[in-house]
């Protein structure tokens, strides 16, 4: 199931800057001519809307959500591929920003990442072990 949520992670993400990449690629090549450094200002000093426009195809590509969904989603492969439980406190908040993401953006893919999210909970209440208590030793 954790295979199936990085998976489902990596490509929303992936995807997301791919696409973005496609349909402004005249802003995103414009990046590379002004030289990359501060081609993006965070102030500038008189508003147009070609800087808004630069700002926007930023907020949307490398400053959005899709980097950190990659990252997450090769996280989540590579604890199971090592069998670790991730926390389904993580899946639970996938999925609730996901939701509320796919909510105020419609038609999306937000709603994609609930199917991720819900796999990260239902693969952590698979592998949580039961609690077992074993009785102290005692001394004396």
């Not at 690629?25 to 450094?37: E, H, P, Y």
């Not at 200002?41 to 899709?66: H, I, K, Q, Y």
Request: hydrophobic residues 55%; glycine residues 16%.
């Amino acid at each position: 199931m954790l295979r199936w949520a990085s998976g489902i992670m990596v490509v929303l993400g992936a995807g997301h800057l791919v696409l973005l990449t496609v349909i402004r690629w005249d802003g995103v090549a414009g990046w590379v001519t002004r030289g990359g450094w501060a081609a993006v200002p965070l102030f500038a000093p008189e508003r147009t809307v070609a800087g808004l426009d630069n700002s926007a195809t930023f907020w949307a590509g490398p400053g959005s959500f899709s980097v950190p969904l990659v990252l997450l989603g090769c996280l989540v492969w590579h604890l199971a591929g090592r069998g670790v439980a991730v926390p389904a406190g993580i899946g639970w908040g996938i999925t609730a920003w996901c939701l509320v993401g796919g909510v105020l953006l419609v038609p999306s893919p937000f709603f994609v990442g609930t199917v991720a999210g819900v796999l990260v909970v239902l693969a952590a209440r698979k592998q949580t072990p039961a609690r077992t208590r074993t009785p102290a030793a005692h001394v004396g």
